[in-house]
């Protein structure tokens, strides 16, 4: 069975600051996706980013990071100079590969708070 | 992109009484669905998936006569909260995933309220 931690539970930190969630999964299939999600009080679910477990390299989208290291078992997501409108409760998530219909495994969530 | 409609969101409703949530796949088929459930300042839990035209497959603990879940079309799902209690007041929300790819895209959410 698979399983994602996410050890941090609450994060706060002063808007402009770098900000590093960490995500670790488990699972023994050699082929999975991992996923972050953004959920802001609103409640809706904000898709971020997908990876592949054959796509080891790190991805960089405006002040957006994704650190995929597969020795480790670690999906880690950096907010670059945060702002207010980053506090959310941010989700990673880990679904197996292959065919068929195959659910998402969620953590249990880091929320953010960025103070002005 | 893939766009998953969920309704109502949000909803109050008396204790006893039955309650359906729609999911619809607007700009693509979607051949599975999965219903979540999300206590406050929890995580999603998944409660059931459903492919087009068969039986949902409910997770362990979930209770199949009362959470009923109808995927009769490739683009509608349906959660029919039946008898509901306070005790089932969360937020419920949708995924659904298309048979040519891998992407699960999530409805808005609703979140139900029993009173």
């Known amino acids: 069975a698979q399983k994602v931690t996410q050890a941090q539970t609450e994060i706060s930190v002063v808007e402009k600051e770098d900000v590093t969630l960490d995500c670790v999964y488990e699972t023994r299939d050699t082929t999975y996706y991992l996923f972050w999600y953004k959920q802001p009080p609103s409640g809706e679910l904000v898709f971020l980013i997908r990876?592949?477990?054959?796509?080891?390299q790190n991805e960089i989208s405006g002040r957006y990071s994704w650190n995929f290291q597969k020795s480790t078992s670690s999906f880690n997501f950096t907010i670059t100079a945060s702002q207010v409108v980053d506090s959310a409760v941010y989700f990673c998530a880990l679904s197996l590969g292959g065919g068929g219909y195959q659910k998402v495994t969620f953590g249990t969530g880091t929320k953010l708070q960025v103070i002005p | 992109g893939a766009v998953v409609s969920q309704h109502p969101s949000r909803v109050i409703c008396k204790s006893g009484t039955s309650v359906k949530i729609e999911c619809r796949s607007l700009d693509f088929q979607a051949t599975t669905m999965f219903w979540y459930r999300q206590f406050p300042k929890q995580s999603l839990m998944l409660m059931a998936t459903?492919?087009?035209?068969?039986?949902?497959?409910?997770e362990q603990g979930v209770e199949k006569d009362k959470f009923l879940i109808n995927h009769a079309s490739l683009t509608l799902s349906t959660l029919t909260v039946t008898s509901a209690h306070p005790e089932d007041s969360s937020f419920y929300i949708c995924s659904a995933r298309a048979r040519s790819g891998y992407g699960y895209t999530f409805g808005s959410g609703t979140r139900l309220t029993v009173v």
């Open positions: 990876r592949n477990s054959f796509d080891e």
């Open positions: 459903s492919n087009e035209g068969s039986k949902a497959t409910y």
